[in-house]
């Protein structure tokens, strides 16, 4: 199984990112896909996940209405859509999956919010 994340960098206050994670070796359709996050001297925390077979969304209280997580099924692929970025969004953005009782994390991709 590999995640391999991108998408991150370095933007302004109420701007906007778009966070991918393409998966592989894995059945896509049948994993919940969550996306972590870790700030500078905190412990890793979960934003967000998307259930499978379009069973919905879950979200943390700090990201509800900011942040959307959506998947491409032909792709492979999990989005983390964050809009309205705040310098507290500083972090260091992973996707998360379980698949065969076994848990699994891409390499990370950082995100600095910064005037």
């Known amino acids: 199984v590999q995640l391999v994340d991108a998408g991150g960098g370095l933007v302004q206050p109420g701007d906007s990112l778009r966070l991918s994670c393409a998966a592989s070796?894995?059945?896509?359709?049948?994993?919940?896909m969550n996306w972590f996050r870790q700030a500078p001297g905190k412990e890793r925390d979960c934003g967000g996940r998307i259930l499978n077979g379009g069973a919905g969304t879950d979200y943390a209280d700090y990201v509800k209405g900011r942040f959307n997580i959506s998947r491409d099924y032909a792709k492979n692929t999990a989005y983390l859509q964050m809009n309205s970025l705040q310098p507290e969004d500083t972090a260091i953005y992973y996707c998360?999956?379980?698949?065969?009782?076994?848990?699994?994390w891409g390499q990370g991709t950082q995100v600095t919010v910064s005037s």
């Open positions: 998360n999956v379980f698949f065969r009782d076994k848990e699994y």
């Open positions: 070796g894995l059945m896509f359709c049948m994993s919940h």
